[in-house]
């Protein structure tokens, strides 16, 4: 066992021995902004309460170093209404945050929603997020639930990660090391195997300190096999997210524990980007839509707050519980821009939470402030390793090109991808004529300022891994044109019309989206062009996509549809070449103008 800090002993035995014992296949509440320097009762105890302090972050995807461009930014609203970037993110900064926080807090606890690994830049991904890991087990992370990307390389990864081992195929990165997995449990109530019928890992955890016991469940997204890789969700269930936090919920009521938290990997839209946005005015939850509503809305008066992500957003919200009492719901933005800090005040005789003493708010992750030296060794440590794979020059850039931070439903790095796949795909059949880039694979921006000293505009491997870390290949299929418009309106309608995904065409498809109308009606048929001619529904095309899209993911059925299909290569490979093929020094590649889709508000 590995040694613990005596605030937290016994955190990943503990885990082991909850999942021994379920027979698990692997083992009205106040948002109030407190001033990060506010000062607080140092011992935390005033006789018949206790005030336990939860800080949570969420959607951290192995971004150990400062995320580049837009996606490393949070927005402020100033009090004359204007508002303000600021830099934020890495973990340099939030292990410095976090310790910083937790100061004077004798009852502190450090808890995650999910969508810690996966996606994630090279220097975590490379190593199949064994430097992830490490990092959250050196910045005391006590408890986390799974997100749909702890699913990529499917559960037996997901055990690995938790209980440690080398990698199957890769083996051991560093001589004399073996991965020791993490220290903290990971929570997955609502993951299931389709033979036992068992949660594959621990559903619930309970932290104790000196008599104050809290419970956490931790669930991920109903539609996670939706929107991950079939290999990664093969042989499993998810289970309604409402349901499974009741059941745990009573199960940890029956065992004496009353005050409860829900770690839960869906999320929700605020009415504002800004991190400060009061998402309760004029009344708690106004401002704030998307599927964490209702299943906030629908989880029992059980469960004391609500820690979410999924959705990359930040609010502090309250949301009425069932019984029409409100209870908190937060989320902290993605990539550890932010942390949440709550105060949870505990009542010793009746061992729950008394929700009208709850406050929360989310603080910025700040780069102005001094880095953790043991994260810095580590981040050193790693790219030390990826070094020879990450700062090998691919291709040229004139200016930023906006992915992930774009901002706006067509971003112009989803446009240079989806013309990178229509390249490859006419390498290998001349007949293809379009490709679709879903925009959840664009994981960043590409920053025309240097990250190290391959010197401006100068994309290398690692850039482009940030970009594209899912090691989809690029497929090809054939599609009528009316499984062509299908797709299009499976982007506005369907599973996907509270949150519109739109798909990244590759240049010569053209169309207009009309948002004032609602589900499919908001495509308009007449305007879809391929290369100036009217998509013809009984025509057959060959269209690329990569092996996500390929199999219906995100929600789009109809590309699962297509017949003749010809795998090529990685998408990493065929975004690599391209821009290696149609760039230099000389001439570099200009930004797409983002101009292929008309939107009318």
Known sequence: MKSQSPRRPGRKAAARILAAAAGLATAGALVAAMPANATQDTQGDHGGTVDVQLLSFNDFHGNLEPPAGSSGQVTETLPDGTKKNIDAGGVEYLATSLRTARQGHPYSVTAAAGDLIGASPLMSGLFHDEPTVEAMNKLDLD??????????????????????????KDGCYEAGKTFK?????????????????????????????????????????????????????????????????????????????????????????????????????????????????????????????LVTGHTHNAYVCTIPDPSGKPRLVTSASSYGKLYTDTTLTYDRRTKDIVRTSVKSANHVVSRTQPKAPDMTALIGRWNKLAAPVANRPVGYISADIPGRGAGVPEEPLGDLIADAQLAHAKSLDPKSVLALMNPGGVRSDLVYKASGSEGDGVVTYGEGFTVQPFSNTVNLVDLTGAQVIAALQQQVSGTNEASPRILQPSEGLTYTLDMRKSGADRVV????????????????????????????????????????????????????????ANSSPASPIAPPKGDRITIIK
């Open 143 to 168: 408890v986390t639930s799974v997100g749909n990307h702890e699913f990529d390389e499917g559960a037996t990864e997901l055990a690995r990660m938790q209980n440690g081992g080398c990698h199957p």
């Open 181 to 305: 997995g993490a220290d903290y449990p990971y929570l997955a109530a609502n993951v299931t195997d389709e033979k036992t019928g068992k949660p594959v890992l621990a559903p619930y955890w309970v932290w104790k300190h000196d008599g104050v016991k809290i419970g956490f469940i931790g669930v991920t997204l109903e539609g996670t096999p939706d929107i991950v890789s079939a290999d990664g969700v093969k042989g499993l269930k998810f289970h309604d997210e409402i349901e499974t936090v009741n059941k745990y919920a009573k199960i940890l009521d029956e065992q004496g524990v009353k005050s409860i938290v829900a770690l839960i990997h869906e999320g929700g839209v605020p009415a504002s980007g800004s991190y400060n946005y009061d998402c309760d005015s004029p009344s708690g939850g106004a401002g704030i839509s998307g599927p964490i509503v209702d299943i906030a809305k629908g989880i029992s008066p059980k469960v004391d707050a």
């Open 525 to 580: 048929v007449d305007s879809i062009r391929l290369n100036g001619a009217a998509i013809d529904p009984a025509a057959t095309y060959r269209v690329a996509m990569n092996s996500f899209l390929a199999g219906g993911g995100d929600g789009f059925a109809a590309l699962g549809q297509g017949k003749n299909p010809l795998v090529g290569s990685d998408d990493l490979a065929a975004f690599n070449d391209y821009l290696t």
